[in-house]
């Protein structure tokens, strides 16, 4: 029997604590279509997707698979209605076969127990033959050490597995080169034509523009839209996902540049090779570049998480060698890492002890800790930054995202750094929160501040930085003053095809 | 993808991989054992009746480490496995004494392991408790209950069908070491042709995947611990087989410890998802060996303690090594 | 001090003294012996043991370890103290020397091994446990010999304002390390360790030297409860460290740490200490028999774990509200 729509949501709300991650929601997705979901981090596609396949359960609202009401109470049942939602990061379990992670929870028994291993290799086959994948991965090949394109492909297969009525993508391309990526355009666009409803979630607004029928802009947990792609094209989704146009965010004044503070020379780890760079005080210098081009293994070479095995570095002129991160804190660099919440923050502990975790020489006398000035210290640096706390006892996990991000400014205020490196400042930040992080940005490179810019959002890149280096496969590709700098510059330099670069490295 | 597809490893089918490079290292450290300890003692170290001994002296930590090996690839560990062999021979002995037939002994004795073991289950998964954190707890509440049973004291076993299992042979070879074999069969097969086996490795390597593709993660657990639980009273049935009686502290020198490195040992990460049956028995092997060969070469017996906590650090600062090296 | 933060001291020590309160209360009612003041004692003197010896595990579980070698530790420092002093008083001071040195060398092995060569705390430290009690019957020859000399046996059983001294020793202990723990950046660094380890690594804390100094305490502490009961028993034993290897992890459970790291008190684990003794000296009073004492202990070890749970979900309910 046919519906218009396959699946399809109606009036959905979810809230988790304080955080309405949806509000009403209604979406619906129509078989052989390719249906774009757009919006900011936070903005509720995730948890529109974790509700699809069974994970989070509405709190009010209901989900019509062909028009009839069903209950997504676990992800067994979302999977038997043919809802399958394919993850950002491949989740392969190394010591099974190939076979066995594409088929794992629909293994079929030979006597009530055994795994009948004939049957399930002949059905990985036919399905790796189906999508011409049967090159490339072997039923019976054990998954350890296998590279993350073809990871992500098991990742996929698993959820081509037979029955599918909604196919999900999340951020698929993040991990895949572009020519990976055309091969996964070309397995949806087959997938479309056998009828599947598929959900398509991507930051690459160019990528939506070619590939979708239609698409879903979410903000703030609400759907603000739901249009034919025809009738939008990339600044308008822009406009619809911010509720502002972008420019408003940013305005640039003229910076007084000093001196060097931080220089790279050849630098390489196991990661990157051959970056040298410098920033000056008062300097916003941008790292622009794709998702594993190297950016964030610049920023912990710098800090001494990965040892270097050539090149050289030096603050303020003087030679910088760090063997662990406490050298550079004393070198005087800070860094606000992308993961706020792996690699920053104490989550249950207090605002207080967060803050203060970093300046522990400004309060404290013969390693004892004088109670009086840390909360004067901490007070100055939270109120100054507007961070939003009850108190300053507060755990900072049961703050927002934009307030824990600026308790992770204030503790870097609070000690004074030279250099800051800013990894994705503003991921999962609204937007009200993010146009204060900017301001605040500014204002730390008019004290002076040397600070290194790391980001994927082009609007934010282009609007702060003085100039924007670009990398691409683990070294620096090109650099770009502002005043050149265009989002189609900063891309073509980041995809340049790989025998241009070379020819242009060798020469 | 093409330069990624290009980079693929080609899916090797050979003995090599099949035996896993991890167990041919193990294989090549028994034969060096076994070499030594032949050089040193020629006369006596390869006679069969050596050999015999060897297997007979590890046939309860065999049974142990193989049920460990299933817990620990399933992300959880059992410390209280050597208060249920305590346990599980108490069981026996009141059994047998009660109702004088064996086989109902020996169900009791099951039925024992696999209630205790299915309690540290429900502790686990209901509580929920951290898994060491329960076993620690329960290892000191199943040791009172076999001291509880008689007083603190150990009961006889009289008859003599219970010492035909521990003094019986079969084609030349003891009934332990047959059912040391058959344990090891019937792991075997369950960790690599079951479905419930292969769903186990899942469970322990990405718990994510095996609670979104459907697998019923609380259960699996309860049934593990039972699983081990039983297992350890299959251990209890053969050390009572050969002290003939309950020994309320029977267990208790460390036999979980020594379960726990044999399974290191034989390639189990504590993290889970990655350990075999096979590896685990190489594991038991060469523990077994290096403490016989110990003996008959007189090494005194406290650096055999040494070197078994020098084995179990040295074990896995190499499986460390491996884990770092391939990156994961 | 803010009202605030006095009931937040109160929620993370109060609980476990609650306990002890109780459970004294209730162990009087029904066997009145529990209330007189030679069994008061008794209970700290005992306790005192437990209690030095837990107050170093507790650090090591605040970096979200475990050290299960204290057990060998103690009944090394036993043996050797033992038959260094050989009952002269001249040598006390050669073998607390000695002591204190092997305690602080196993606990820099036991940090290296889990900080810096990556073992999981468990295993490194029951490896090493097996390797200490190796070592001691490898020392002893299996036979342990010498013994203390009575100035030392002072410091086991003597008293001072009324109180054993092993007990004072406890308290300095516990209240110099809880100001180690809550005063100083050293503290701070340990809880952030145990809160979010690559957080504070990434912050510039140095988890390697934090690590190491946790293990290193705890060794010593474990070192420290061995002199005390070597002066206590005034003979050498190979089974003295025996049961320390699960209670001292037990008393600071059932002061209420979190197994993960980051949260706990030394003061908590004095309580844990003393509720562990009370309870073992309870059954001991009414005569209920070893396998009785087990079962108890390991139900507490469990029903700690819950109730610690229920708590900090009822206090996290309340602050929603």
């Not at chain 1, 930085?465 to 090109?478: E, K, L």
């Not at chain 3, 010498?146 to 202990?173: C, D």
Request: charged content about 15%; aromatic content about 4%; some cysteine.
């Amino acid at each position: 029997m046919s519906h218009e729509h396959a699946v399809e949501v109606v009036g959905v709300s979810k809230r988790f604590g304080v955080v309405q991650a949806l509000r009403d929601v209604s979406v619906g997705f129509a078989p052989a279509t390719v249906t774009a979901l757009v919006g900011e981090n936070g903005a509720g596609k995730s948890t529109l997707m974790r509700m699809l396949e069974g994970e989070h359960q509405p709190d009010s609202g209901h989900v019509l698979v062909d028009g009839k009401p069903v209950s997504l109470s676990s992800p067994r049942a979302a999977h038997a209605l043919g809802i399958r939602v394919i993850h950002q990061e491949p989740e392969i379990i190394p010591e099974l076969t190939v076979a066995e992670n594409i088929f794992i929870g629909d293994m079929r028994s030979r006597g009530a127990v055994f795994l009948d291993r004939a049957d399930l290799i002949r059905r990985t086959g036919d399905l790796l033959r189906t999508f011409a994948m049967d090159e490339v991965l072997s039923p019976t090949q054990r998954c350890e050490g296998l590279s993350p394109a073809l990871r992500q492909l098991i990742e996929i297969m698993r959820a081509l597995r037979p029955g599918a009525r909604l196919i999900a993508f999340d951020e698929p391309t993040s991990s895949l080169t572009e020519d990976e990526a055309g091969r996964l355009f070309s397995v949806i666009r087959r997938l479309k034509a056998d009828g599947v409803a598929i959900v398509y979630i991507s930051h690459r607004l160019r990528e939506i523009v070619g590939l979708a029928d239609r698409c879903v802009v979410m903000r703030d947990g609400q759907r603000v839209a739901d249009e034919p792609m025809a009738r939008l094209d990339e600044a308008k989704m822009v406009r619809l996902m911010v509720g502002r146009p972008v420019s408003d965010l940013f305005n640039r004044r003229q910076r007084t540049v000093g001196p060097v503070l931080l220089k790279l020379s050849g630098v390489a780890t196991s990661k990157i090779h051959d970056v040298s760079l410098e920033i000056r005080a008062g300097e916003i210098v941008g790292l622009g570049g794709l998702v594993g081009a190297g950016r964030t293994e610049v920023a912990r070479a710098i800090i001494g998480v990965d040892p270097l095995v050539a090149g050289s570095m030096e603050v303020s002129g003087a030679a910088y060698l760090p063997r662990e991160p406490s050298d550079s804190v004393r070198a005087g660099i800070g860094l606000v890492p992308e993961d706020r919440k792996q690699e920053a923050l104490l989550l249950q502990q207090s605002v207080r002890a967060n803050v203060s975790l970093v300046v522990p020489d400004k309060i404290s006398r013969l390693g004892f800790f004088s109670h009086r000035r840390e909360r004067a210290l901490v007070d100055h640096h939270v109120s100054q930054l507007r961070v939003k706390t009850p108190s300053i006892d507060q755990a900072v996990g049961k703050l927002s995202g934009g307030n824990q991000q600026k308790v992770v400014f204030a503790r870097w205020q609070a000690r004074g750094p030279k250099v800051l490196i800013l990894d994705e400042p503003t991921r999962g930040i609204d937007v009200g929160a993010k146009a204060e992080i900017y301001r605040l940005i500014e204002s730390l490179a008019e004290q002076g501040l040397a600070i290194l810019l790391i980001s994927s959002e082009m609007p934010e890149l282009l609007g702060l930085a003085n100039r924007v280096i670009v990398m691409q496969d683990g070294t620096v590709s090109g650099e770009l003053a502002w005043q050149d700098a265009t989002e189609e510059m900063v891309l073509a330099l980041a995809m340049r095809p790989e025998t241009e670069f070379r020819e242009r490295k060798a020469s | 993808m093409t330069a990624d597809i290009t980079n693929v490893r080609p899916a090797s089918r050979g003995w090599f991989s099949r035996i896993g490079a991890q167990n041919v290292s193990l294989l090549i450290s028994l034969v060096v054992l076994l070499a030594i300890f032949g050089a040193l003692r020629p006369d006596v170290f390869f006679t069969p009746r050596n050999l015999i001994n060897i297997g007979l002296a590890v046939t309860i930590l065999g049974i142990l480490a193989m049920a460990q090996t299933v817990v620990i690839v399933s992300g959880g560990l059992d410390i209280s496995v050597g208060s249920i062999v305590g346990l599980s021979t108490m069981v026996l002995a009141v059994a047998l004494q009660e109702t004088g037939s064996i086989p109902l002994g020996i169900l009791a004795c099951l039925a024992a392991g696999l209630l205790a073991g299915a309690v540290n289950g429900l502790i686990i998964v209901y509580g929920p408790v951290n898994a060491v954190i329960a076993t620690l707890g329960t290892m000191s509440a199943f040791r009172g209950l076999a001291y509880l049973m008689n007083n603190g004291n150990s009961i006889p076993i009289v008859g003599d069908g219970l010492r035909l299992l521990g003094t019986g042979t079969l084609l030349g070879l003891p009934f332990a070491i047959w059912l040391l074999i058959a344990v090891m069969a019937a792991f075997i097969v369950f960790t690599r042709e079951t479905i419930v086996g292969r769903n186990i490795y899942a469970m322990g390597g990405n718990p994510t995947v095996a609670r979104l593709a459907g697998i019923a993660v609380h259960r699996y657990q309860v049934g593990i611990y039972a699983m081990s639980g039983c297992a350890a009273a299959i251990a209890g049935i053969v050390l009572a087989s050969r002290t003939m009686s309950g020994q309320p502290a029977s267990g208790s020198q460390g036999l979980e410890l020594e379960a726990i490195t044999a399974a290191i040992l034989g390639g189990c990460a504590l993290q889970g998802g990655k350990g075999t049956i096979v590896g685990a028995m190489l594991g038991v092997l060469i523990i077994g060996v290096l403490n016989n060969g110990m003996i008959l070469t007189s090494v005194p017996t406290f650096y055999q303690l040494l070197a078994k906590g020098a084995l179990l650090i040295l074990a896995v600062i190499v499986q460390e090594r491996q884990r770092t090296r391939n990156g994961e | 001090m803010s009202p605030g933060r006095v009931s937040q001291i109160l929620s993370s020590f109060g609980a476990v003294w609650i306990a002890v309160a109780g459970l004294y209360v209730v162990s009087g009612l029904l066997s009145p012996a529990m209330f007189s003041t030679g069994q008061v004692i008794n209970i700290l003197q005992v306790a005192s043991f437990l209690g030095v010896i837990a107050a170093g595990q507790t650090i090591v579980i605040l970096t979200g370890g475990i050290d299960l070698s204290q057990a060998g530790v103690v009944t090394l420092t036993n043996i050797v103290a033992a038959s260094l002093m050989a009952g002269l008083s001249e040598n006390i001071p050669l073998a607390v020397g000695m002591v204190v040195f092997l305690a602080l060398a196993v606990g820099a092995i036991n940090g290296l091994l889990v900080a810096a060569l990556g073992i999981t705390p468990l295993i490194a430290t029951l490896g090493m446990n097996s390797i200490l009690f190796g070592a001691a019957l490898v020392y002893t020859g299996g036979a342990p010999s010498g013994g203390t000399p009575a100035s030392f046996q002072w410091v086991g059983n003597g008293a001072l304002f009324g109180l054993p001294v092993p007990t004072l020793f406890w308290i300095a202990l516990t209240f110099l390390l809880l100001v180690m723990t809550r005063k100083t950046v050293w503290g701070r660094r340990l809880y952030a360790t145990g809160a979010n380890p690559r957080a504070a690594g990434m912050m510039g804390v140095s988890t390697l030297r934090i690590d190491l100094s946790a293990y290193m305490l705890s060794s010593l502490t474990a070192a420290f409860g061995g002199l005390l009961l070597t002066a206590y028993t005034g003979s050498p034993s190979l089974g003295i460290g025996n049961q320390f290897m699960l209670t001292s992890v037990a008393a600071v459970v059932v002061g209420g740490a979190a197994l993960t790291g980051g949260a706990g008190s030394v003061l908590a684990t004095m309580g844990g200490a003393v509720f562990i003794t009370e309870l073992s000296s309870f059954t001991n009073i009414i005569r209920v028999s070893s396998g009785t004492q087990l079962v108890v202990q390991g139900l507490l070890i469990l029903v700690s774990v819950l109730a610690y749970r229920v708590l900090s979900m009822s206090r996290r309910t309340g602050s929603a509200i």
